[in-house]
């Protein structure tokens, strides 16, 4: 039996992106590892530890026994608590043994993903403590989400863009795209009858608008709207930075242009952040 083809697509995405990341730090320095990312508190080692610590996870394997030191600004609550174990025992960890076990965990999980031989829907134990199931599409899609995120995280604390096109790109877009009518409609609360446009551009280039009914429901098409309540036009990079909270709204102003009514765009850039 092979792959559901359903399945491939997020498969193929991850694997690009989690290939590109251990190629990015195959030739670090040991100083390299230390550099700060945006995730905050988190290094380029703290991000490759969160990435490997989650696909053992998914593998089945069980959570590294540890209690975290007390001072970590970073830690709020305990979705960042849970996340933070896997990266903290690996603190200690020489680039030699960090990129080792990257590139073994890669060979394990990719084989795993193989050879799958369930359905879309087959529930699976979702690892990221929230003790909840997902469809097994759904958790390969967030899967290739968060490799790409960090992915980017990595080449911009290094100095080394790229693969903002891939294949796990588009489904980034598409799964940020997703969460943009509850974004502008409940958490911005923007009006009924309002239409918002995003005019985004870049190496994916899309333009999507958001309308909010006269239940204040919001629906997302790729249709021009004419005369919209707010306009919102920006770069691809920017764009997937704000959604992922990577920068703030008042730090990328100078790549954001800001059509129509200001206190909704306003609103709508302070909620954009959709991870945790």
């Not at 903290?88 to 960890?93: A, E, G, L, N, W």
């Amino acid at each position: 039996m092979t792959v559901h083809p359903n399945l491939q697509p997020a498969i193929d995405a991850w694997t690009h992106s989690i290939e590109a990341i251990n190629d990015l730090v195959k030739p670090l320095a040991e100083s390299d590892w230390n550099r700060a990312t945006e995730c905050p508190g988190w290094s380029v080692r703290d991000v490759v530890s969160h990435v490997i610590g989650v696909e053992t996870e998914m593998m089945g394997e069980p959570r590294p026994i540890h209690t975290l030191p007390r001072d970590l600004f970073h830690v709020t609550d305990e979705f960042s608590r849970y996340n933070e174990v896997q990266v903290d025992v690996r603190r200690c960890h020489t680039a030699l043994e960090m990129t080792s076990e990257l590139e073994l965990i890669v060979i394990r999980r990719a084989r795993q993903l193989r050879n799958e031989t369930r359905g879309p829907q087959t529930p699976i134990r979702w690892p990221l403590g929230s003790g909840n199931e997902q469809p097994l599409e759904r958790a390969l899609v967030v899967r290739a989400f968060d490799v790409w995120t960090h992915e980017q995280d990595l080449r911009r604390a290094l100095g080394m863009p790229g693969n903002l096109d891939s294949p796990a790109a588009v489904i980034c877009r598409d799964f940020l795209l997703g969460a943009l009518p509850k974004v502008v409609a409940r958490d911005a609360g923007a009006p009924p009858g309002s239409a918002v446009v995003f005019d985004v551009h870049g190496p994916l280039e899309f333009l999507r608008t958001v309308r909010v009914d006269q239940q204040g429901r919001g629906t997302i098409d790729s249709s021009v709207s004419l005369g919209p309540t707010v306009t919102l036009a920006m770069d691809w990079e920017t764009y997937a930075r704000l959604a992922c909270g990577r920068v703030q709204p008042e730090a990328a102003l100078g790549r954001i242009k800001v059509e129509g009514e200001p206190g909704l765009a306003e609103a709508i850039l302070r909620e954009f952040a959709i991870t945790p």
